[in-house]
């Protein structure tokens, strides 16, 4: 079965997105497109998807009766109302981080999909389908022992202007959010903020860079280094310590060269680049859910714990360091 699928939202990565399921992977063919700037809209049909029908509104391509399932990328404020008239009209979603711009507006999600009885909702945390996190799981599962520490960062070379001080935590840091519930098999009781001093090249608007610290139930520490205006490339680290030793999630494969008295490895420079592979994995993954009138993958429930704990890393950033808690509620049957 051909999957049909309507995007909503297409500027860079709904388009990236498109161009995987129209051009690298089998069983979807995108039919239907729609983006406040029309023009963006037409411009993805003419480039990637000739067949497409371009709507004036996303809740119209989802209504569509030639519309299988959706892909939600347009900007975190609107994924909310997308996600809920998906569900309402039965059909699968995947949604691209953040699930809901609020904890509340992902709650919502969460109730309709438990009411609708069946998952639906796909989150685009890629992460989880990264081979070098594959990798790093499988060890940190059965070879070093119990987790103790985590040691992180994610490094983006620039931001632009209009990006604040929370969005590094709700734009950006949310991936490591997700990430390290899973391959901890965890979830979160506190976070704390510490900023050094800013760096020259922050913004107006953005302390940068910031250490956020989590601690989980089971008592692991994770401190991640968040700078997204690093300058010098797109860097994604991660560490274990465990009981008995210590895994340290992969470089992304880069040629190294030994030139002019220099041995030299590239470091890339863009998120699509680092995590290309990754997001052809979990696209194959909603496909061959949607084809069953399902979602696999990480959940609606993911998604609102990820805006639980983002509000509350927020919420730190004005604690002058002292720890904020984080509950979560009870997780439905249909998450277990
Ligand atoms: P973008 O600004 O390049 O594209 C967003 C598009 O959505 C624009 O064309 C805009 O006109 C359209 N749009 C805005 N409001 C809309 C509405 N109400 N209805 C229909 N279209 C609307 O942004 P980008 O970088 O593609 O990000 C989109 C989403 O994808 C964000 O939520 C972002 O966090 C997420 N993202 C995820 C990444 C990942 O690594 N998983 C990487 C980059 C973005
Ligand atoms: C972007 O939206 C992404 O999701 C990237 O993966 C992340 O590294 C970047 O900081 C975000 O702005």
Redesign the pocket.
């Known amino acids: 079965m051909t999957v049909r699928i309507g995007v909503?939202?297409?500027?860079?990565?709904?388009r990236d997105h498109a161009r995987r399921i129209n051009q690298v992977l089998a069983g979807g063919e995108i039919v239907a497109l729609?983006?406040?700037?029309r023009a963006?809209a037409e411009s993805l049909k003419a480039d990637i998807a000739p067949a497409a029908e371009v709507f004036a509104t996303?809740e119209e391509l989802i209504a569509s009766q030639g519309v299988d399932a959706v892909l939600v990328?347009?900007?975190?404020t609107?994924?909310e109302q997308y996600v809920l008239a998906a569900i309402a009209a039965g059909k699968p979603v995947f949604c691209?981080?953040?699930l809901a711009a609020t904890a509340e507006g992902a709650k919502r999600i969460v109730d309709a999909e438990v009411a609708h009885g069946k998952r639906l909702v796909q989150v685009?945390f890629?992460r989880r389908y990264d081979a070098g996190y594959v990798a790093l799981k499988q060890v940190v599962d059965s070879r070093i022992g119990a987790p103790i520490i985590v040691h992180a960062a994610h490094r983006n070379p620039t931001v632009p202007e209009q990006y604040g001080t929370p969005m590094a935590i709700h734009?950006t840091f949310i991936h490591e959010i997700d990430v390290f519930r899973w391959l901890l098999d965890d979830d979160y009781v506190s976070a704390r903020v510490i900023f050094p001093r800013a760096a020259a090249r922050a913004h107006a608007r953005l302390r940068d860079p910031q250490i956020v610290i989590l601690e989980t139930a089971k008592g692991t520490v994770i401190e991640t280094e968040i700078f997204v205006n690093c300058h010098y490339g797109y860097d994604i680290q991660c560490e274990v310590v465990g009981e008995d030793g210590i895994a340290r999630l992969p470089e992304p494969m880069a040629i190294q060269t030994r030139l002019g008295a220099t041995l030299g490895n590239p470091i890339l420079t863009d998120?699509k680049d680092r995590?290309i592979a990754s997001y052809d994995v979990e696209l194959n993954d909603f496909l061959k859910a949607a084809a069953e009138g399902t979602a696999s993958g990480p959940t609606a429930w993911d998604g609102y714990v990820a805006a639980i704990t983002s509000d509350a890393c927020v919420s730190a950033q004005d604690t002058a360091g002292e720890p904020v808690a984080i509950s979560l509620p009870e997780r439905p049957a249909l998450y277990a």
């Not at 990328?73 to 975190?76: A, H, L």
């Open positions: 909503i939202g297409t500027g860079a990565i709904g729609s983006d406040v700037n963006s996303g990328t347009s900007w975190g609107t994924h691209e981080k953040p685009g890629m734009d998120w995590f």
